[in-house]
């Protein structure tokens, strides 16, 4: 099974801020990677798909980048909305295994 | 609008069971694979299983931890899946959503609200 890890596992950053989140899968995925916001209280979100490529709806300051095993989720000027969790997922093969998730905290 | 609805939660002892709905509108559910994932208070997100569409034989797949317990089903005629959870323990306790999840060649991706499974005596 395909193992995903995150870090951090946790941030608090300052609006305006650029904000950087690595997933990491045990095996290459080719570019079969998702990213979930979850805020507390409410559904996961879906922000991005094949790793890079922004859902509908998700402000331009979300991207995502990586192939393989290795990606990264960048908000590029941290908004007070957008403190929340996010998780990656691998969505090429079953377990669909989701990362542990990076807590983002604004200060 | 699609809509995805759980229901059946609720309090079960340590070894007994449960049987979670799943009703969806608003897509073509019987040619979509639904799973089901879960959430414990305060923790990550779990992905529980999946059953595929009647095209891929309403295959299913679960998570090492419900593997042998835990069993997904659907009646397409009404537009609902479940999830037989037997012999269920403590560590079962979560928040379980079903979903029509991120596809390769899809951009679709819908959850439901959840529903609340405690397992106590």
């Known amino acids: 099974d395909i193992q995903m890890t995150q870090s951090p596992s946790s941030l608090s950053a300052s609006i305006g801020d650029r904000v950087i989140i690595t997933c990491r899968a045990s095996q290459a995925i080719s570019n079969y990677l998702a990213w979930y916001q979850q805020k507390p209280g409410k559904v996961p979100n879906l922000l991005i798909y094949t790793a890079s490529t922004l859902q509908s709806g998700v402000p331009s300051r979300f991207s995502g980048s990586g192939s393989g095993t290795d990606f990264i989720l960048t908000i590029s000027s941290l908004q007070p909305e957008d403190a929340a969790t996010y998780y990656c997922?691998?969505?090429?093969?079953?377990?669909?295994?989701f990362g542990p998730g990076t807590k983002v905290e604004i200060k | 609008e699609v809509h995805l609805v759980e229901s059946g939660g609720g309090l079960v002892q340590p070894g007994g069971s449960l049987k979670l709905s799943c009703a969806a509108s608003g897509f073509t559910f019987s040619g979509s694979t639904i799973h089901w994932v879960r959430q414990a208070s305060g923790k990550g997100l779990e992905w529980v299983g999946r059953?595929?569409?009647?095209?891929?034989?309403?295959?299913?797949a679960y998570s090492a931890s419900v593997q042998g317990r835990f069993t997904i089903s659907r009646n397409d005629s009404k537009n609902t899946a479940y999830l037989q959870m037997n012999t269920v323990k403590t560590e079962d306790t979560a928040v379980y959503y079903c979903a029509r999840l991120l596809m390769v060649g899809t951009t679709a991706d819908y959850w439901g609200q959840g529903t609340l499974v405690t397992v106590s005596s």
């Open positions: 059953i595929r569409a009647n095209t891929n034989d309403y295959a299913t």
């Open positions: 997922q691998n969505y090429n093969s079953v377990p669909r295994t």
